[in-house]
């Protein structure tokens, strides 16, 4: 029978709850990772048990995602990182001996993935791997991928037929993009350049939990200059790609 289970290692982020009791790592850190898992866990939390979650802390080191810490400000250095290394490794090897994973996921970045110096030795050939690399807004996007897709590919799930693009033209350039493509586009230019993202009166678009202006959206995708078209066309090339425009509502008081 194939494994269904999966394994995720995360690095700790700098933004983190503040409460003076120890909490669930989990639950400590409040970075965007952590809420892309978060949101997954409570779509899909029958997949709960199948989804093995690990934390490289540089102040704790590697740790399960239930294991509770206190509040801490320590950075993963190249010092830190050959600390913890022999100590990392050996937590890696004792997971993947003990459970019998069909896929792996490191979403770390550069400097705590130094603690994991050698992890390829450790992987059985038949495990499948994910390294997340690029800018934050790329990796966070093949972070879900892997979340959500790997549920999709697992033995007895339903597989969900594929949109077809979304094709529109605004002032003859043409745009064939997915509502997920379109994402990734928005991530990786917040990461590069936010200028003008928050510029917004009434329509936007939410991205990882931000709200950004419709128009920047639509220059994103373009390469138009905001002024270049209207709020109105900026909504319609969304709506058209499958993207959802939000109104900001007022309340009389």
């Known amino acids: 029978m194939a494994s269904i289970c999966r394994l995720l290692i995360l690095s700790c982020s700098r933004r983190k709850r503040l409460d003076s009791d ?15 898992l978060c949101r997954f866990l409570q ?17 704790y080191g590697l740790i399960s995602s239930a294991h509770p810490i206190a509040d801490y400000n ?6 830190r990182a050959a600390e913890l290394h022999d100590e990392v490794l050996d937590t890696l090897a004792n997971l993947l001996r003990n459970n019998d994973y069909s ?45 959500w897709r790997d549920v999709a590919d697992s033995p007895g799930s339903k597989q969900r037929e ?7 033209r605004l002032r003859g350039v043409e745009l064939r993009l997915t509502p997920a493509q379109v994402l990734e586009k928005a991530q990786a230019a917040l990461v590069e350049d936010r200028t003008g993202a928050d510029r ?13 202006a419709s ?7 373009t390469g138009l200059p905001v002024s270049a078209f209207t709020t109105g066309e900026a909504r319609r090339v969304l709506e058209r790609l499958g993207v959802q425009v939000r109104r900001i509502m007022e309340t009389n008081r």
């Open 162 to 168: 594929a949109r077809p693009r979304g094709v529109v």
């Open 43 to 59: 779509e899909r939390s029958n997949e709960i048990e199948r989804l093995h979650v690990f934390v490289l802390s540089a102040a």
């Open 200 to 212: 917004f009166r009434e329509w936007y678009v939410e991205v990882d939990d931000q709200r950004v």
């Open 74 to 79: 320590e950075m993963m250095t190249r010092q």
């Open 22 to 36: 120890p909490l669930p790592a989990i639950e400590r850190y409040d970075g965007p990772a952590f809420r892309v």
């Open 103 to 147: 896929s792996l996921c490191l979403a770390v970045s550069k400097a705590y993935l130094a603690a994991l110096e050698g992890w390829p030795t450790l992987v059985p050939s038949d495990i499948t791997v994910t390294v997340t690399d690029g800018p934050q807004g790329i990796k966070l996007s093949q972070l879900k991928r892997w979340l």
């Open 215 to 221: 128009k920047w959206l639509v220059s994103v995708l």
